[in-house]
Each structure stands twice: as structure tokens, then as C-alpha cells.
């Protein structure tokens, strides 16, 4: 048995993220500035659109998407019940209401049937969430926004990286949020951003992230001269630092090796727990390049343990897990308010009980792996099952 916990997900910070936070604290500029502008460039390149806007959290991303699209009291945004809270939260935020809707149950990504099936005339739009670093399918995603006239935001949070018939997850010509959380696929410890598709767009998510004032603290206070700036709505703080942007500005152009790294890590799992009583991750389809950041399996009735049996289990082996998601539906402040019978989103309901994620990042050794999958067969193998329940 490992002598040591290893942990779920770990951040691999080198030694040039270090000296480029070094390098802000000391030129002065720690807050919103040329770092953050660097990193927007850099990310506008990699995803193949020139409007991204850095934010404090991918959750600060979409309220801000919903924001500028002018969601609010009234209105109902549908999102998938199979997904992290924050998706959901974002929606509330903004004093519309989160339409929860079932997800397909091999995938776990939102069913465009059943998100279609639920528009309203209160409908403003949908947020597909490319859940597990997997795709939605663009084009009937597209087609649904075209043919019914609402909004598209795409919550990427697991997905910077991933692309969909050869074009990167976010060059779809919606609203597209990333997250940079630390156990991300790149991280800036707090921070997210969101594709604009347009320049008014992304002045006003700008604008509205630093307080709603017409010009960014940047421009405010470099040597351009002093200008006067003028508040033009109550707007927000949700700006990123040059600090964080620091350590992005180093991490992304890590992004596709860390991915191609994560993805031999998954073909080994696939090929070593092909024998358990486990449902692997849905096979990756040809056209999409998944972005690898979430590895999770499903217990299989027949593992004669609960999946929450099977985490303590490996928690005793010094393995750590992690549970993505428990879906919405199921967090007692919308099961409560909306009165969801967990029975009427069958799909979400079980992946929830019975999906975990196994340790997945680009610094796992193939003897850390080793070690998740033996500690598996020895839970799980047959023989063992019978003398624990002798
Ligand atoms: C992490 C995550 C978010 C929120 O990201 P933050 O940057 O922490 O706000 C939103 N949606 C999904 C699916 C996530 O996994």
C-alpha cells in the first residue's frame, strides 16, 4: 500500500511561473495591467478569437455573459443537472431562474432534446457545459440557438484545449467561459475568462468587471496620461491581477503537452480497469479532442459496495478521489426550492451516486497510477468481495 496520500489533482507550477510573479511584486504593478493584457493575447490566439477578457473566476465569466446579454428577473436560463453548482449559481445570480435538465447517460452531457424540449417564451438561453474536458455537440447545439433565437453560453471550465470537427471549444461564436481554478487543466490559482466574439462585448465585460467605469485601471494609471473615467453602471470587481496572469502566461503554452500527457495517463487507466465492475469514461469520438481534465468511472451495481463505500476504501489506501459531480438537482437549495423528485432527471441522478474521479494531472508517475489501479482490483476483485461480506 502506498505509504504516502496522492492527492486528486495537483498543479504543476514551474520554475518561470515563480520568477514572473517575483517579477510583478517587484516592478510594482500588481494589480490589473500589461500581464493580464499579455495573457488575454495569448489566449485569443490559442482559441482562434481575438476577444478574450481575463475575469477573477469562470463563475465571474458567465455571470458576466449573462450580464451583457441582459439576463435577469424573469428570465430562464437552461443548464444541465449533471454539472458543478457554480453553473447553476451563476444563472441565480443574475435573478433568472437555472432550468435544470437531463443529461445523456453515457456521455453526461447535457440532452439537447430534453434542453430543447424546455424552452419557454422566458427562455433566454442554453449553457452546455463540456463536461469532463468532452465536447457538446456544436453543430446541433448552433442549430438550436439558430432555430429558436436564444443565446448560447458555454461553460468551457473543463474544457480550454478541447476542440470539436478541428476547431478549438470556444471559436463557436457564443459566450465561452474558462476556469482557472488550481485544479484546472492551467491554472492562476483564481481567475477565469470569457470569449467575447465581438469588441463592444468585451469593452462592456470589462467595464463591467472593473465597477462599470469607462477605462480600465490600466489605462488609468499608466503613462499615458491621466484620464478621467466616469461610471456608467454599477458594475462589479471582478478583474483579474497581474499576478495571477503571471502564472498563466507560463502555464497555457504547457496546455497541449500537459493534455497529450493526461491522455496516455487515460488510455492506461481505460486498458487496466477494463475488467472491474466499472463503467469507463465514453470512448472519445474522432471528431472531438477531448481535453482530458476529468478521468471518473461509474461502480457498477454488481461491485457489491457503494460508491461511497468505494471512496473511503481508497481513501484508506492513500488515494484520493473526487466526486464530479453530485448534480444540481441534488443540493438541497434547488432540490428544495424547485421540489425536484431526483426520479424526473433519472440520468443526472445516477451518475451523481455513482460516478468518481480518479487522479488525473500532468506530474501522476506511472507508479502513482499504478497504485490507483491496484488499489482498485484489490477492492473490487471478486474473491475480496466474498470475504468481506463472509
Ligand atoms: C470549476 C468550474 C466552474 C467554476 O470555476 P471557477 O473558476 O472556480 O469559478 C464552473 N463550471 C464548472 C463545470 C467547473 O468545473
Request: include cysteine; glycine fraction near 8%; charge should be negative.
Given at each position: 500500500m502506498r505509504k504516502e496520500f496522492l492527492v486528486f489533482g495537483k498543479p504543476a507550477i514551474e520554475e518561470a511561473e515563480i520568477a514572473e510573479v517575483v517579477d510583478s511584486l517587484r516592478s510594482g504593478?500588481?494589480?490589473?495591467?500589461p500581464k493580464v493584457q499579455r495573457f488575454e493575447q495569448m489566449l485569443g490566439e490559442y482559441v482562434g478569437e481575438s476577444e478574450v477578457r481575463c475575469v477573477s473566476s469562470c463563475t465571474a465569466a458567465l455571470f458576466l455573459a449573462m450580464k451583457t446579454l441582459g439576463i435577469g428577473a424573469g428570465h430562464e436560463v437552461i443548464i444541465p443537472a449533471?454539472?458543478?453548482v457554480a453553473s447553476a449559481n451563476a444563472v441565480e445570480h443574475t435573478g433568472a431562474k437555472a432550468i435544470l435538465v437531463d443529461v445523456d447517460?453515457?456521455?453526461?452531457?447535457?440532452?439537447l432534446d430534453a434542453a430543447e424540449a424546455a424552452i419557454t417564451p422566458r427562455t433566454k438561453a442554453i449553457m452546455p457545459v463540456h463536461l469532463w474536458g468532452l465536447p457538446v455537440e456544436m453543430d446541433r447545439v448552433n442549430s438550436i440557438r439558430d432555430r429558436c433565437g436564444i443565446e448560447i453560453i458555454e461553460d468551457a471550465a473543463h474544457a480550454l484545449g478541447a476542440e470539436w470537427n478541428g476547431r478549438p471549444?470556444?471559436?463557436?461564436d457564443n459566450l465561452t467561459a474558462y476556469s482557472f481554478y488550481v485544479n484546472k487543466n492551467i491554472t492562476t490559482i483564481e481567475g477565469g475568462a470569457l470569449v467575447a466574439r465581438d469588441s463592444g462585448t468585451a469593452t462592456r465585460i470589462e467595464q463591467l468587471a472593473l465597477?462599470?467605469?469607462?477605462?480600465g485601471a490600466w489605462q488609468r494609471f499608466s503613462d499615458a496620461g491621466f484620464k478621467h473615467y466616469e461610471a456608467t453602471e454599477p458594475g462589479y470587481k471582478f478583474n483579474m491581477t497581474d499576478v495571477q496572469a503571471a502564472l498563466g502566461i507560463h502555464q497555457l503554452p504547457r496546455l497541449d503537452r500537459w493534455i497529450d500527457r493526461r491522455a496516455e495517463i487515460w488510455d492506461s487507466y481505460d486498458r487496466d480497469l477494463a475488467d472491474l465492475p466499472l463503467t469507463l469514461p465514453a470512448a472519445v469520438p474522432d471528431h472531438v479532442r477531448h481535453a482530458r481534465h476529468i478521468y471518473q468511472v461509474r461502480l457498477r451495481p454488481?461491485?457489491?459496495?457503494?460508491r461511497d463505500q468505494l471512496l473511503e476504501e481508497l481513501h484508506r489506501r492513500n488515494i484520493g478521489t473526487g466526486v464530479h459531480y453530485r448534480g444540481v438537482h441534488l443540493h438541497p437549495y434547488y432540490r428544495d426550492r424547485d421540489g425536484i423528485d431526483p426520479s424526473s432527471l433519472p440520468n443526472a441522478t445516477e451518475i451523481s451516486e455513482t460516478t468518481l474521479s480518479l487522479p488525473l494531472h500532468s506530474l501522476l508517475t506511472e507508479k502513482d497510477r499504478v497504485d490507483v489501479v491496484e488499489a482498485l482490483q484489490e477492492i473490487l476483485a471478486q474473491p475480496q468481495r466474498g470475504r468481506r461480506s463472509a
Amino acid at each position: 500500500m502506498r505509504k504516502e496520500f496522492l492527492v486528486f489533482g495537483k498543479p504543476a507550477i514551474e520554475e518561470a511561473e515563480i520568477a514572473e510573479v517575483v517579477d510583478s511584486l517587484r516592478s510594482g504593478w500588481i494589480g490589473s495591467g500589461p500581464k493580464v493584457q499579455r495573457f488575454e493575447q495569448m489566449l485569443g490566439e490559442y482559441v482562434g478569437e481575438s476577444e478574450v477578457r481575463c475575469v477573477s473566476s469562470c463563475t465571474a465569466a458567465l455571470f458576466l455573459a449573462m450580464k451583457t446579454l441582459g439576463i435577469g428577473a424573469g428570465h430562464e436560463v437552461i443548464i444541465p443537472a449533471m454539472t458543478f453548482v457554480a453553473s447553476a449559481n451563476a444563472v441565480e445570480h443574475t435573478g433568472a431562474k437555472a432550468i435544470l435538465v437531463d443529461v445523456d447517460p453515457e456521455t453526461g452531457l447535457i440532452d439537447l432534446d430534453a434542453a430543447e424540449a424546455a424552452i419557454t417564451p422566458r427562455t433566454k438561453a442554453i449553457m452546455p457545459v463540456h463536461l469532463w474536458g468532452l465536447p457538446v455537440e456544436m453543430d446541433r447545439v448552433n442549430s438550436i440557438r439558430d432555430r429558436c433565437g436564444i443565446e448560447i453560453i458555454e461553460d468551457a471550465a473543463h474544457a480550454l484545449g478541447a476542440e470539436w470537427n478541428g476547431r478549438p471549444i470556444g471559436s463557436f461564436d457564443n459566450l465561452t467561459a474558462y476556469s482557472f481554478y488550481v485544479n484546472k487543466n492551467i491554472t492562476t490559482i483564481e481567475g477565469g475568462a470569457l470569449v467575447a466574439r465581438d469588441s463592444g462585448t468585451a469593452t462592456r465585460i470589462e467595464q463591467l468587471a472593473l465597477h462599470g467605469l469607462s477605462a480600465g485601471a490600466w489605462q488609468r494609471f499608466s503613462d499615458a496620461g491621466f484620464k478621467h473615467y466616469e461610471a456608467t453602471e454599477p458594475g462589479y470587481k471582478f478583474n483579474m491581477t497581474d499576478v495571477q496572469a503571471a502564472l498563466g502566461i507560463h502555464q497555457l503554452p504547457r496546455l497541449d503537452r500537459w493534455i497529450d500527457r493526461r491522455a496516455e495517463i487515460w488510455d492506461s487507466y481505460d486498458r487496466d480497469l477494463a475488467d472491474l465492475p466499472l463503467t469507463l469514461p465514453a470512448a472519445v469520438p474522432d471528431h472531438v479532442r477531448h481535453a482530458r481534465h476529468i478521468y471518473q468511472v461509474r461502480l457498477r451495481p454488481d461491485a457489491g459496495l457503494t460508491r461511497d463505500q468505494l471512496l473511503e476504501e481508497l481513501h484508506r489506501r492513500n488515494i484520493g478521489t473526487g466526486v464530479h459531480y453530485r448534480g444540481v438537482h441534488l443540493h438541497p437549495y434547488y432540490r428544495d426550492r424547485d421540489g425536484i423528485d431526483p426520479s424526473s432527471l433519472p440520468n443526472a441522478t445516477e451518475i451523481s451516486e455513482t460516478t468518481l474521479s480518479l487522479p488525473l494531472h500532468s506530474l501522476l508517475t506511472e507508479k502513482d497510477r499504478v497504485d490507483v489501479v491496484e488499489a482498485l482490483q484489490e477492492i473490487l476483485a471478486q474473491p475480496q468481495r466474498g470475504r468481506r461480506s463472509a
